[in-house]
């Protein structure tokens, strides 16, 4: 199969609303008409109902209930609700696939979103909202894989398991491609910024990359702290293995490392939406 025969199966690609895609391809722009966004949004029963639930749960804390997305602008401010309307339109792109836990994958993806807007936060050049939705995004190829072809998508990790090979061998393997690669695609196909599908396709191994992203080495830095806190390490550990290449290729902060522990306790706010 080659990736541009996987976009051709519209049917089975993940449906982010058109408000979504808009406000994606202007986060970088001064200029953007966020009045209208959020006008589309709340036009848009489904998305607004999810976020105003999220608004008005016990993570926010607001003093009164929101029963409104303008409402809610005025309370949480235009910047903050952007983070919530992109992983609610990404996160319910889709609503089953076969062999991936859909709940625990968005949960996982929010908290590298989180994660990767708090490392933008330290002193790099990456605007936080570009950061936030390239972790949210960063593995939606392996979505793709599954969509396309569950059962050789879940043969994968068995032939990781029998031949020792790493999952982008795997992956090749079974599809003629990389997870990144297709993800990269489906990012350039909905016209994303390009830079978010050079996050996506370069995260794993953003050093090596002929052009490195320091947007992919954000998403990078926040993969391993996520990790990191699935596997309970503590904040000396995560310091004591922490990439300082990365970490410049990134643009933070050089005392970063040094306040970890804060990472590690994170909470993306965000799981309801999973």
Known sequence: MEI??????????????????????????????????AKKVSNDQTLSLKILRLVNSAHFGLSRKVSSIEQAVVMLGMV?????????????SVQEVKGID????WSDAFQVAALSK????????????????????????????HLAD???????????????????EAEKECFGFTSQEAGQALLDMWKFPKELGEAVLQYKHPASADNPSPLAAIVNLA????????????????????????????????????VLEEALILDSGLSSLA
Do not use: M
């Not at 996987?6 to 200029?31: C, E, F, G, M, S």
């Not at 903050?80 to 319910?92: D, F, M, P, Q």
């Open 80 to 92: 903050r609700l952007k983070t919530l309307v992109i992983a609610s339109g990404i996160a319910g």
């Open 223 to 258: 993969t391993l702290v996520h990790l990191a806190t699935h596997k309970g390490e503590s904040a000396e550990i995560l310091q004591a293995k922490f990439p300082e290449d990365i970490a410049v290729l990134a643009g933070i902060s050089s005392n970063t490392c040094d």
């Open 150 to 168: 569950p059962i050789k998508a879940q043969a994968i990790q068995a032939l990781i398991e029998e031949s020792n090979c790493s999952p982008d």
């Open 118 to 145: 708090w490392f933008a936060e330290q002193g790099s050049q990456i605007n936080p909202d570009v950061a936030f939705t390239a972790g949210l995004i960063h593995n939606i190829g392996q979505l793709l894989l």
């Open 4 to 37: 541009r025969e996987l976009l051709k199966q519209t049917d089975r690609l993940p449906n982010v609303p058109d408000v979504v895609r808009q406000l994606i391809q202007q986060l970088n722009n001064p200029a953007a008409d966020y009045g209208e966004i």
């Open 102 to 105: 859909l709940k625990k994958f």
